[in-house]
């Protein structure tokens, strides 16, 4: 009901999915007059059923999963409006979290540019994001310009985990900051894809207010889209999986 949210945003494996559900994600984006975003994940959430990485790379930059791409690009460029496809994010992630961040960053970029190229074909109004996690090397991953209409950063805060790092707790600035100054010289509208923080009220209320108005330090930053879920994977011990969700009536 917050008509201040501009943004859905969906998630997708190009595996052992429904590409047909985004008709029903776009109907409802439609509906609240929000804009539409896609992770399309490059694998399957079915345990098991996923190759090795080295064996996904070769596998994408030889065709042999344009099918399951084109399937789901399909079914976004029957949707008759831009829609800002995601792919295979957080590729600078160095403790090989995906599959695709175990790849090197040629390699990635090659993959990038391949499945927008063929993503295209389709969805020749979809928006493409390249979506790093904000790490010091994510720069190597580029593709390339022509590849890349906006860049997607993840921001992701607990608490206690400032305290135990840090030594204090941070602002939304300050977690957004390193990553941002990293990505500002591509000359890219960016966006927060991925944002969760949790904490006590006090620091809850902060983080909120910081991320609805983040001041003029970061021109560029054009929209912050918020993770609403509970973390799919654990943090380091002691914290566990983080629940992001804000809870229903905690937001005004």
Not at 129 to 141: D, I, V
Not at 217 to 234: G, I
Request: charged share 25%; with cysteine.
């Amino acid at each position: 009901g917050d008509k201040s949210v501009g943004i859905e945003h969906v998630y997708i494996p190009w595996r052992d999915s429904d590409p047909t559900s985004l008709a029903k994600a776009d109907a409802y984006a439609r509906e609240h007059h929000r804009d539409l975003m896609v992770t399309v994940e490059p694998w399957s959430w079915s345990p098991g059923e996923n190759v090795p990485s080295e064996q996904l790379l070769h596998g994408i930059l030889a065709g042999a999963y344009d099918g399951p791409a084109r399937s789901v690009c399909s079914e976004i460029g029957k949707l008759g409006r831009p829609v800002t496809i995601r792919w295979a994010q957080e590729m600078d992630l160095p403790d090989g979290h995906f599959p695709w961040s175990n790849w090197a960053p040629s390699d990635y970029a090659a993959a990038y540019r391949h499945f927008v190229s063929q993503c295209r074909i389709d969805a020749p109004q979809a928006r493409f994001m390249w979506s790093p996690r904000g790490e010091e090397r994510l720069a190597a991953y580029y593709p390339g310009d022509t590849y890349v209409d906006e860049v997607g950063l993840t921001v992701l805060d607990l608490q206690q985990y400032d305290k135990d790092k840090y030594g204090h707790v941070r602002s939304f600035s300050e977690a957004l900051a390193p990553a941002y100054k990293r990505v500002v010289g591509f000359g890219k509208p960016i966006v927060v894809a991925e944002l969760g923080f949790q904490g006590d009220s006090a620091f809850m209320e902060q983080w909120l207010q910081d991320a609805r108005a983040p001041g003029g330090e970061f021109p560029q930053l054009v929209a912050v889209v918020y993770f609403n879920a509970v973390d799919p994977y654990p943090w380091p011990e002691p914290y566990g999986r983080p629940d992001w969700r804000l809870q229903r009536g905690f937001v005004n």
